[in-house]
């Protein structure tokens, strides 16, 4: 039987409910159900996920949009963010709503504001390719969406490491890093739901 999860304090262990806001729905986190197999329940506030590369851990989940009705597939990923060494929980959260595609990040302390935000994205260890993600309609995370968000994504596959360097201003860089893994089967409930065969070429990803 699915049990509603909150995703706060269950999956997340972020003490600020703000911080699961959809794009379209900022007053109210999405309600979500654990798909049979899922996460467990026992995440606490001072969690901290593994980042070993092999044991990345994608929380499948449904999620429903309490502006519009609308529901989908959901799936969340558990990083670490460090700022001047000090390490903090984070999340990457992509939603699938009506064949629309959106992924946020966030994490204890990023208040991104409300402009877009220059992110560096690296992968395995690779180099950081510049990019901009805007923040969402709360202001308490950053996001991609539509083709950029699915050409973000598809980047993930394959890979075993994913790095973002928020570059805020008059502030140091804010590192998150997620363990990916396993990113294509964990997320093809979404790909079938958003059509992303249909989407852009890689090289846009968060661009």
């Known amino acids: 039987m699915r049990r509603i999860i909150d995703l706060a304090l269950a999956l997340m262990g972020l003490a600020t409910v703000g911080a699961l806001h959809t794009a379209d729905a900022p007053a109210k986190s999405p309600e979500l159900h654990a798909y049979p197999g899922g996460a467990s329940d026992k995440a606490g506030p001072t969690y901290l996920p593994s980042l070993d590369p ?7 989940v449904e999620a429903r949009n309490h502006v519009t009705g609308a529901s989908g597939p959901a799936a969340v990923l558990l990083g670490v963010a460090q700022e001047k060494g000090r390490p903090r929980q984070a999340s990457l959260r992509i939603l699938c709503f009506d064949g629309a595609t959106t992924v946020h990040t966030d994490a204890e302390g990023l208040h991104p504001g409300p402009w877009a ?3 560096k994205v690296s992968l395995d ?8 993600w805007q923040p969402s ?6 996001e991609l969406s539509g083709n950029r968000a699915i050409a973000f994504l598809a980047n993930l596959y394959g890979k075993a490491e994913l790095r973002l360097a928020v570059v805020r201003p008059l ?5 998150i890093t997620f363990a990916v893994s396993g990113a294509e089967p964990s997320l093809r409930p979404l790909a079938e739901r958003c059509q ?4 852009p070429a890689l090289s846009e990803a968060g661009r």
């Open 54 to 60: 092999g044991r990345a851990t994608w929380l499948p």
């Open 117 to 119: 935000v220059s992110v």
């Open 137 to 142: 309609a709360g202001g308490s995370s950053l």
């Open 171 to 175: 502030s140091v860089p804010f590192l």
């Open 196 to 199: 992303w065969s249909a989407g």
């Open 125 to 132: 260890g690779g180099r950081f390719v510049d990019g901009f």
